[in-house]
Nanobody, 126 residues
Framework: QVQLVESGGGSVQAGGSLRLSCVVS????????MGWFRQAPGKEREGVAS???????RYADSVQGRFTISKDNTKNTLYLQMFSLKPEDTARYYC????????????????????WGQGSQVTVSS
C-alpha cells in the first residue's frame, strides 16, 4: 500500500511562509494526480491545490495566488509552498494520492483520492 509522509508544518505569523512536503513511497501513484487538502477544527476537509498527471496545477479560490503546488520527480516528493499566510489558513494539511481512474475534473474533491497522509499542522497567528 502506498505511503504518504508529510512534513514542514509549523507556526508562523500572518504574512509568513511555509513549505509542506509529502514523500510518496510508490512512483506509480506519484505520477498520477495528487492534491493537498486541509481541515480546520469543526470544518469539513477541503481541497486546496491539485496537480494532474500532466503537471497542471489547480487551486481553490481562497489560496489562488498565494500557494504553489509542485512535484520533484527525482525525489517522489510533492510540495505546497504557502506565501502570505492568513489566520484562516490555520488547519491540518493532508496530501493525497489516487489511482489514475479516480480523476474527475479538478483534483480538489475528496472522492478523487483514496490514499492520505497523516497530516501536518499549520498554525497562523495574527
Amino acid at each position: 500500500q502506498v505511503q504518504l509522509v508529510e512534513s514542514g508544518g509549523g507556526s508562523v505569523q500572518a504574512g509568513g511562509s511555509l513549505r509542506l512536503s509529502c514523500v510518496v513511497s510508490e512512483y506509480s501513484y506519484f505520477s498520477n494526480h495528487m492534491g493537498w487538502f486541509r481541515q480546520a477544527p469543526g470544518k469539513e476537509r477541503e481541497g486546496v491545490a491539485s496537480i494532474d498527471r500532466y503537471g497542471r496545477p489547480r487551486y481553490a479560490d481562497s489560496v489562488q495566488g498565494r500557494f504553489t503546488i509542485s512535484k520533484d520527480n527525482t525525489k517522489n516528493t510533492l510540495y505546497l509552498q504557502m506565501f502570505s499566510l492568513k489566520p484562516e489558513d490555520t488547519a491540518r494539511y493532508y496530501c493525497a494520492a489516487a489511482e489514475s481512474w479516480m480523476w474527475r475534473h479538478s483534483g480538489l474533491s475528496i472522492d478523487e483520492y483514496n490514499y492520505w497522509g497523516q497530516g501536518s499542522q499549520v498554525t497562523v497567528s495574527s
